[in-house]
């Protein structure tokens, strides 16, 4: 019998084939998250009929411990959380698997034409907590030659595109849409990965100059590739965004769509600093993460922070809590506001502005 084609989601290739065995590693991953919603589902009926939420979200170990109280005769909890540990400690590997069984069709669809276009800031550059192991996978967003394109094109399409809620690609495009002004002439996206929103910003800003910062040289490799089959030119430079090694002054709009929860508090504390160096006085500030768990209801936050913690998210609670209200302002911005763009745990946007007459 014949099979529908899978939809091509926005932004990934149509051509992408993979062999029987690794396409079946990958569709099993995600049939067992969704087979534990009904669990989860259960839970949350729990939870909501208890009293374990009624201490509110603005204190997140007190409602992690009173939902541990309250779950602790549930052998379910533990189930899904060890299920989840597994599922996002293999999921990276099975995909990799999956790239090196077609490696000979797919590094040409993979490899970036011009990886020499990238600067790399090097080594010395490489802060000590990007060495942590992080998102259960070894080596991290550079455990692969063609990490980019095995994220962007195999983890995406086969888990992340449908285990989460609403498009996570039209999301970038929304935060593009939320910087106040139409006339950027450079802009600068920090934590660029595989250039997926650095792309939502060239479509929203056409005629803006592109500049993408990561750590990654895998990521910025595949970002490289997708910049050139669209047949544009973005800077791309490896570096910290805390040391992104721009020129102070130069960039109209900074901006960043998930970078800050990858990140400890002193470095989103450096990139907020970063941004205000390289930004012209005027110029704007649009970062996008998650959202504060004490704007969240008692149930989300505590799933958040459950989900986090059991998805190998070591930075997420931190940046879901610390105040980037007050971090921004004290970078020296001013008109700084925070907006969600969905009842969902992102995007969260913060907005900012470098004041005029304050160059760096
Ligand atoms: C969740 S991904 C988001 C990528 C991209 N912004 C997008 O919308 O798809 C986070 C990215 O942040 C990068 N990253 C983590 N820490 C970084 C740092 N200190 N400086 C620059 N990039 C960093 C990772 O390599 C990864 O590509």
């Known amino acids: 019998m014949a099979t529908a ?34 669990m989860q589902t ?12 009624s201490g509110g979200s603005g204190d997140i170990a007190a409602l992690r411990a009173a939902v541990d109280a309250e ?6 909890l533990g189930l899904i959380g060890a299920a989840l540990r597994w599922n ?38 490489v802060p000590r907590y990007w060495r942590y192991e992080f998102h259960g996978t070894t080596g991290g967003w550079d455990g692969h030659e063609h990490m980019g394109f095995i994220h962007h094109e195999l983890v995406y399409r086969y888990l992340l595109v449908p285990s989460f809620p609403g498009d ?10 939320l910087a106040p002004r139409e006339d950027y002439a450079d802009i600068c996206d920090l934590g660029c990965g595989t250039g997926q929103f650095t792309m939502k910003l060239a479509q929203r800003y056409p005629t803006a100059r592109l ?21 544009l030119s973005w800077d791309l430079v490896r570096a910290p965004a805390e040391d992104t090694g721009l020129a102070g002054d130069s960039h109209d709009l900074v901006a960043s769509f998930i970078l800050l929860h990858e990140i400890p508090p002193h470095a989103i504390r450096n990139v907020f600093a970063e941004a205000f160096r390289i930004l012209r006085p005027g110029g704007d500030l649009v970062f996008s993460d998650v959202a504060p768990y004490h704007r969240r209801s008692p149930y989300h936050a505590w799933n958040d922070d459950w989900d986090a913690e059991n998805g190998h998210e070591p930075w997420w609670r931190t940046a879901a809590t610390i105040d980037l209200v007050a971090v921004a302002t004290e970078a020296g ?17 913060t907005l900012a502005r470098k004041p005029e007459g304050s160059a760096s």
Do not use: C
């Open 71 to 76: 779950l602790a005769d549930d052998s379910d």
């Open 168 to 177: 996570i690609f039209q999301q970038r495009a929304n935060v593009a849409d």
């Open 333 to 349: 911005f001013v008109d700084v506001r925070q907006e969600p763009l969905s009842e969902s745990a992102y995007p969260w946007v």
């Open 88 to 125: 996002r400690a293999v999921l990276t590997p099975r995909a990799v698997d999956a790239f090196e069984d077609r490696s000979a069709e797919l590094t040409a669809k993979a490899a970036p034409p011009d990886a020499a276009a990238i600067t790399d800031r090097g080594e010395q550059h």
């Open 211 to 231: 500049t993408g910062v990561d750590l990654s040289i895998a990521e910025l490799r595949y970002a490289q590739r997708r910049a050139a089959e669209a047949g």
């Open 42 to 53: 259960r839970l949350r009926e729990r939870l909501e009929n208890g009293t374990a939420l």
């Open 5 to 38: 084609p899978t939809p091509v989601p926005d932004g990934m290739r149509a051509d992408v084939e993979l062999t029987q065995r690794g396409r079946s590693e990958l569709q099993f991953l995600q049939a067992m998250r969704a087979g534990l919603r009904p």
